[in-house]
């Protein structure tokens, strides 16, 4: 954990610059962020930074308006970048597709017309349920230039979840597409949108693209395909207030309805383009590859947003990052000549495995700096990064944020000043942002003590509320420790300063980067008519970081067998799509449950994985940690045959 990897001096150059700027931003934030809010243009100035007379209900650049497409597209698209690339859009099979800024602009205003030919307009809430094609931007970018709020949902995702964030982000529109492409098969898209708005309270209108061709059903007068709709022509951008919705995603909480996270169209914008910059350093003439998908907010923030609004190139990536081959990765950065890779630390776990021959078989010399987020990542895997890809001449930016965050609020900053690494550790806070990390009591720990992190300063990307639900906004983040943000995480600061994060200290998991929570999973599994109860947790995974472990109970009339397993799988996968299928699901015939009847996950989790149980006092009955102990070794004995 002390290992400390000395930067190269060229980087360390502005080490001193980095510790201005960051004093400046916590002692001077009206005038730090009067300067850095100069990263976009407004239509009209905001009067004043910060509006914190409603905390923890922060406002950024008080009555200043702007539109995020036209800081994306109009502010280059007439001018001498007009002909810059903004994607070079990779397919999982076939050719390339290249789009210019202007390119952009004039795809983005089509639609923009075409969603206004519909009657959509300012506030409107727009799902979009697509793959990672082009139209994805292009959707988000059209319905930012009218301001209807969007919400694009993960492709991933199954009908139920579908159609849980169509009503609560009040959708009367789907944007969709006939299907997806993963790994040669087609996921069909359209269908679960069909399926989802049975589900839901009903849409008005469903734009679909048509990308896998496969065969659909289109409903009249509510089904329009897209390239039929399009209309060419100028869409002037809505002036939007700072603090109106961009958009809206979900994630997963400690309770079973994931939450919808609001960010605006001021501070977000400010915040991600300049957390880019610093963290990246990113340089005209680079190619950025962030390899993330555009329906979580890393894609949001820096594969659509942040890339645009600094006039960067970037690749998108359509497909699985070791399909149809395990060098694909190391392909595209050869082929496309990439200069900067953002990725997760499970993708880089899983090339990882297999093995060094892959990127050796590639030039990735044009590789300047590396980025990884979505969970801590480990040493080795950090040095496999470093020392195999970067060939130990790129730095290593770990971004440690959240949805809730807009962006990175503690990286590297190979912008303001590189510190010597430490494998594992995302070093210190980026300018706004003022952690500190405190015991249950409320206390700072000392320095090299684990405890919650918090952040006790507002910051322009922080997001505006939980659509819907003031109260899950203030009882989630700002009560624990009264007007300060609760991250979720544990955490551990360095006698150097150096932030280690360790894991969350609520009941979400990581699985793959994607954050799930265990009571979503629960909540599903308890919906069946088979189970009467149930118990998940996460079980760590050399590769996923967890992967989901499941202990039902069965109602009366059913017996355990491996159709009943096997039908729960079956209905998790189309209710909230394949990411939230436990791997394992066992049953059991009864589960240790408190007093008060609260199931004891963390009892089961630790027999399970032969770790001590802890204080079961509480327990209501005892004979059924025996029980979950044989059952565990039934499993285990079962694992070994
Ligand atoms: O637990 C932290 C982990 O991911 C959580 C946020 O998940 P999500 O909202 O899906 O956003 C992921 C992309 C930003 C955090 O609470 N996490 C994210 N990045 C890191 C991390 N944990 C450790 N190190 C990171 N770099």
Redesign the pocket.
Known sequence: MNETLPMDEKYRVGLARYRQEYKESLENPESFWKEKAKIIDWFSPFDKVLDDSKKPFYRWFINGKTNMSYNCLDRYANNEKRNKVAYIWVPEKGEEKVVTYYGLYRRVNAFAKALLNLGIKKGDGVTIYLPMILEAPIAMLACARIGAVFNVVFSGFGEEALAQRIDDSNSKTVITADGGFRKGKIIELKKIVDAAIDLSKGVDNVIVVKNANNKINMESGRDYYYDQILEDGYVKPEELDSSDPLFILY??GTTGKPKG?VHGNGGYPVWVANTLKWGFNPKDEDRWWCA?DIG???GH?YIVFAPLLLGMTSIMYEGAIDYPKPDRMWDIIERYGVNILYT??TAIRLLMKYGEKYPLSHDLSSLKTLG??????NPAAWHWYYDVIGKSRCPII????????GG?T??PSAHLGLPDLKPGS?TFPMPGIDPVIYGDDGKEVKDGEKGYIVLRKPWPGLMLTVNRDEKRYMDVYFSKFPEQYL???YAIKDKDGYYW????SDE?L?VS???IGTIEVEDELVAMKEVAEAAVFGKPDTVKGDTIIAFVTLKDGYEKSVEVINSIKKRVRADLGPIMVPEEIHIVDAVPKTRSGKIMRRVIKAVYLNQLPGDISTLENEASVEEIKKAVEIIKKEEGD
Do not use: C, N
């Open positions: 994630t997963s996270i993330a979580w907010i890393t923030s997760s630390p990884t987020v979505g969970e801590p990542i770990d971004t440690y944020w959240q949805t809730e965050t990175f503690i990286a995302a991250m979720g995480d994060l360790l894991g969350r979400v990581k980067g994607h954050r």
